[in-house]
C-alpha cells in the first residue's frame, strides 16, 4: 500500500492534518488503533483553536452538535479568593480586541467527527498498531509496519511519516525523532469523569462568568481541578494532583475524585448540587515532556506527539490544530521540492512550534510559583491585553507581549529544586 504521508493517529492531530494536507491536495492515510468514540480529556477550547476549526471549514459541522459556548475562562484561587476571569477575545486587522467565543466540546463526539469529516473527504483510515518505520537506503523514513486486528503485520509505504501518536510519541520510541525528555511538571495525574446535576454559573455571575464557561480551582501547587460543561446536561469535572498524593490516599479512583470535589475548593463544592456521576471515574498521567528534534527529512511529529506541557489554561488543542495547518505547509514545501535538498527542511515549522509553547512556558511556570503575583499582574492594565492575547492562544510571536516580558524576571527567580519536585 502506498501515500503520500502515513499519518499515525487518527485523533485531532491526525485528522486536522489529513484535513489541511487535503485542501493542499496531498494524499494521506490514517492508521489508528483504537476505535472510535472513545473518552478523552481536552474539552476545553481557546478562542484561536476555535479560529482553527473554522479555518479547517467545520464551523457547520460544530453547529450540528450544540456544543456549549464559552466566553472566558475563570480562575478561583485557593478557598476561592483572588480570583481573575480572563475572556474570550479576538483580534481584528486594526489590531484591536474585539469579543468573541469559542466551544466546549466532548471529545468522544468532538473526535469522531472530525473522523467521519476524513471519511467524507476520501481520506482513508485504517484500523491497527504502528510498530515500526520503514526506512530507505539512505536511511530516511518511507512507511510504517503495523498490525491489524487480525495480527498480520503489514506495511504503508508512504514518502513521509507523521506522527500524531501523542503521549506514545511513536517516533521518538523507534528512534527515529530525539529522545523524550521529561518536562517541569513530571509527577502529576488527572482523575476525571462526567457529571449531571452540575450548578452552573448564572449569567454575569461574579461579574463576568457565563453559563457555559470553563472554571478552574486552585488548591495549591499542582494541585487544581476543572469544571467544563460539554452539553446541556453533562459537565466534565477533574481533579489534577501529585501522581503520589492519589496513591497515598488509598482511595479508588471514583472515590478520590468525589473525595476531592467536596474538599478542594469551596467554589467547587458549591456548584456540586445533585451531581451524579455518568461516566466511570479516569485517570490519566498529566506529566510533561519535550523532544527537540521532532522533524527531518522523511517525517514530522504534530501536536502531543512532541512536546505536552501543563494543560491548566486548555491550550493543547490550540497547540495542535495550529501545528496541523503549518505541517500541512511544511509537508508541501517538502514534497513540491522547495525545502526537500536542505539538511534539515522542517527547522522553520520546529522554530514556530517551540516559540508558542516556549511563551506559554513562562505564563505556567510563574502562575505555579508566584500565584498571588500572577493573579495580580493579569489584572493590572498595563498587561491585560497581552494576557488576554496568550489564553487565547496568540502566542507565536518573536517580541511577547509586555505580561511575557514581566514573567520573565519571576520565572528567572523559580529555584531549580522546587521546578524539580513539580
Given amino acids: 500500500m502506498k501515500t503520500q504521508v502515513v499519518i499515525v493517529g487518527a485523533g485531532p492531530a491526525g485528522t486536522g492534518l489529513a484535513i489541511s494536507l487535503k485542501k493542499q491536495g496531498i494524499e494521506s492515510i490514517l492508521l489508528e488503533k483504537e476505535s472510535f468514540p472513545r473518552l478523552h480529556v481536552g474539552e476545553s477550547m481557546t478562542g484561536e483553536c476555535g479560529a482553527s ?28 479568593r483572588n480570583s481573575f476571569y480572563v475572556p474570550v477575545m479576538g483580534r481584528n486587522s486594526e489590531d484591536s480586541l474585539f469579543k468573541q467565543s ?49 495480527g498480520e503485520e503489514l506495511e504503508i509505504h508512504a514518502d513521509m511519516v507523521a506522527d500524531a501518536s501523542g503521549q506514545n510519541t511513536f517516533l521518538s520510541t523507534k528512534g527515529v525523532a530525539g529522545k523524550r525528555t521529561m518536562g517541569k511538571y513530571a509527577k502529576q495525574l ?4 462526567h457529571f449531571e446535576g452540575v450548578v452552573r454559573p448564572t449569567p454575569g455571575e461574579d461579574g463576568q462568568l457565563m453559563t457555559d464557561d470553563t472554571i478552574i480551582f486552585y488548591q495549591k501547587r499542582n494541585h487544581w481541578a476543572w469544571m467544563i460543561p460539554i452539553n446541556d446536561k453533562l459537565v466534565s469535572v477533574g481533579v489534577v494532583t501529585p501522581a503520589e498524593y492519589f496513591r497515598s490516599s488509598r482511595k479508588s479512583m471514583k472515590d478520590f475524585l468525589l473525595s476531592e470535589m467536596m474538599t478542594l475548593n469551596p467554589e467547587l ?122 489564553f487565547a ?25 522546587e521546578m524539580a519536585a513539580a
Fill in 53 to 80: 476549526v473554522r479555518a479547517l471549514g467545520l464551523e457547520q459541522e460544530m453547529a450540528k452538535f450544540h456544543y456549549p459556548v464559552k466566553w472566558g475562562t475563570m480562575v478561583y484561587g485557593t478557598d476561592g
Fill in 190 to 193: 488527572a482523575v476525571f469523569s
Fill in 269 to 390: 463544592t458549591k456548584r456540586l448540587g445533585d451531581a451524579v456521576m455518568v461516566e466511570d471515574a479516569h485517570s490519566c498521567a498529566n506529566y510533561s515532556y519535550q523532544i527537540h528534534e521532532f522533524a527531518g527529512p522523511g517525517y514530522i511529529c504534530v501536536g502531543d506527539a512532541h512536546r505536552f506541557i501543563d494543560p491548566i489554561f486548555s491550550l493543547g488543542m490550540h497547540f495542535t490544530l495550529v501545528e496541523c495547518r503549518k505541517a500541512a505547509d511544511a509537508i508541501a514545501d517538502y514534497l513540491g521540492g522547495k525545502t526537500a535538498g536542505l539538511e534539515q527542511p522542517f527547522a522553520d515549522y520546529m522554530k514556530f512550534c517551540e516559540l508558542g509553547m516556549d511563551n506559554v512556558q513562562v505564563l505556567l511556570d510563574v502562575f505555579w510559583s508566584y500565584p498571588f503575583a500572577f493573579s495580580l499582574y493579569i489584572k493590572d492594565p498595563k498587561y491585560r491585553d497581552g494576557f488576554v492575547d496568550l
Fill in 102 to 150: 469559542t466551544w466546549q466540546v466532548r471529545r468522544a463526539d468532538f473526535d469522531k467527527m472530525l473522523l467521519d469529516v476524513c471519511e467524507d473527504q476520501g481520506i482513508k483510515t485504517i484500523k491497527g498498531m504502528a510498530t515500526d518505520v520503514l526506512r530507505n537506503e539512505q536511511g530516511i523514513p518511507c512507511g510504517v509496519k503495523y498490525k491489524n486486528g487480525d
Fill in 393 to 417: 492562544g496568540r502566542c507565536y510571536v518573536e517580541d511577547p507581549p509586555a505580561c511575557i516580558k514581566k514573567l520573565r524576571g519571576l520565572q528567572a527567580e523559580i529555584p531549580d529544586a
